[in-house]
Structure formats: C-alpha cells, structure tokens
Nanobody
C-alpha cells in the first residue's frame, strides 16, 4: 500500500506560481494513478488533476492551461505546477492514490498543504 505526503504550499498574489509536491512511500507507487484534490473553506473537496501510472493527465476545466501535473516514479513523487493563480484557487491541496481512473480517490486523506492566493 502506498502512503503520500503533500508539501510546497504557500501564499502568492494573483497571477503568481507555486509547485506542490506529493511524496510517496512503498514499492508499488509507480503502479498507481495519483490525483490532486482541493478543499476551500466551506466547500466540499473537489478534483483538480490526476496522472496515470504511464503519464496520462486529466484536469478539471477551471485549471486547464494553468496547472500541469507530472510524476517522477524514480523519486516516488507527483508534482502540481500551478501558474496564473487566482483567488479561487485558495484551498488545502491533497494528493491521493486513485481507486478508479481518472477522478475517484481512495477514502483516506493526509494533512494536505495550504495554498493561499491574494488579490
């Protein structure tokens, strides 16, 4: 079973960039599709992006063209590069192995990493 930990959040102004990272443990990391999800205050957790074991990506419509998901299986890591950030991107960001491609996560969550975008 793979376990994941998020890092790299922070505070930026509108239009800025951040990269959040997801570090995995376990020998089977490369077998999993991995998703990024986010939860804003007062809202439900939502899908952001996912990447399959062989690099196929899926994005929610609101981040297409601004966010890029990538993975480095040699480092057991998945990254989310976020450009042209908007205040509505403010949320706690979580990564999670996918139970079903492309957007269904496993039902276990880490602490996440906070991303704050100010106007």
């Amino acid at each position: 079973q793979v376990q994941l930990a998020e890092s790299g959040g922070g505070s930026v102004q509108t239009g800025g960039s951040l990269r959040v990272s997801c570090a995995g443990s376990g020998r089977t990391f490369s077998n999993y599709g991995i998703g990024w999800f986010r939860q804003a205050p007062g809202k439900e957790r939502e899908f952001v992006a996912s990447i399959s074991w062989n690099g196929v990506a899926d994005y929610t419509e609101s981040v297409k063209g601004r966010f890029t998901i990538s993975r480095d299986n040699a480092k057991n890591s998945v990254y989310l590069q976020m450009n042209n950030l908007k205040p509505e991107d403010t949320a706690v960001y979580y990564c999670n192995p996918l139970q079903q491609w492309p957007r269904t996560p496993l039902d276990s969550w880490g602490q996440g990493t906070q991303v704050t975008v100010s106007s």
